[in-house]
């Protein structure tokens, strides 16, 4: 059986320019046989660098916690988790949409079309690591008991349905919440989801760790990460596959979009269809 852990992140002021207000969705797959290992390592690495067990481990952490105090040592050990997943097989699929008009309207939309994004991607990751069984275990969404409810509702019509891409026939029962502070597998898909989506942005904390990032990420049998392990929505965002180290990206049963050879610095053109086709979006 495989165990699917999945949280939220977003952005809403990224560095690269003009990149609006991000939401996403990221979820880390592991076998059951390294759940135990896993959680069991990851708080020993939190003892070690003193950060009580009682502490959840959060990508932006609280201004009064360990993690803050600690600095570069809390970096290290971010980078640690994410080594250590990928030493025991985990993978990794993040769905990361830009807001046009934020809005709570449109937010709640685009949150949902995030999760569709990835839960077509879980069903694809499964299927290539040819499971029979899966279950989903999500963060609890912090909006209280009706937020929760209403969430589940959506991931419910998705565990029945699927979508007009894609049924994950592998999940064995519809997604389960649980609070994160509880799950040590939930705290490292906050730093998946957090990390990616950050990286996209434009932040230097998260593009410093896309070397790490990639040694999980689930890739079509190209090994193309684009539309696959990371999904960037609208499509006229696909030059910033290119952090991840493509070099061209090819939607289902069209021609490849070929990349620029040079990405340059600067800031990207708003008018453009493809506004990052020529320039990354980032200060030079």
Known sequence: ??????????????????????????????????????????????AEVGIPLTEELKWNPPKNSVQRKLGSECADLQRSMLQHAALLGAKTVVCVVELDRPSNRERDSKVTEAFTYLYERI????????????????DRPGGGRSEEISWLKEALELTS??????????????????????????????LVAASTTAAIAGSARGRNLLT???QMTYRYPDNQVGGSGVKIFPDRLVDLYQEFGDRSYRRMRSDPIQFE????????????????????????
């Open 1 to 46: 059986m495989h165990l699917v852990f999945i949280d939220d992140s977003g952005q809403p002021k990224p560095a690269r320019e003009p990149l609006g207000e991000l939401v996403s969705f990221g979820a880390v797959i592991f076998h059951d046989s390294a759940v135990r290992q896993y959680s069991e390592w990851l708080q020993r690495a939190k």
């Open 212 to 214: 790490d990032l990639m």
């Open 123 to 138: 069903g694809y990751c499964l299927d290539s690591l040819e499971a029979e069984s899966a279950v989903a275990v999500a």
């Open 161 to 190: 349905n699927g979508t007009q891409f894609k049924k994950c026939t592998q999940l064995i029962m519809p997604t389960v919440t649980a609070p994160s502070t509880l799950v040590p597998l939930l705290q490292l898909a906050d």
């Open 261 to 284: 050879p040079r990405w340059e610095p600067g800031k990207g053109d708003h008018s453009s269809p493809r506004p990052f086709q020529y320039r990354n979006g980032l200060p030079s």
